[in-house]
């Protein structure tokens, strides 16, 4: 999960594994896989951070690499 701020200010935890996309134009809109799209103070920059750190955090980043080298070796 990462912490995310609605735009009145309240905070939540989002899952970050169900975010499909992030864009910036000018509010940032964080939309999932399920179709729902949020609006939140943060940058899509600090948005995009989280996700990376949240995917290292628990291996996802790693094992999508491994997967990838294996693939290339084929």
Known sequence: MISITRLNGAGMW?????VEMVE???DTYI???TGKRLIVLEK???VISKIKEYNRDIGTHAATIKVQSM????
């Not at 989002?14 to 169900?18: D, E, P, R």
């Not at 693939?71 to 084929?74: A, G, R």
């Open 14 to 18: 989002l899952n970050a594994l169900l």
């Open 24 to 26: 910036e134009s000018p």
């Open 31 to 33: 939309t999932l896989v």
């Open 44 to 46: 899509a920059d600090e």
């Open 71 to 74: 693939e290339e070796l084929s």
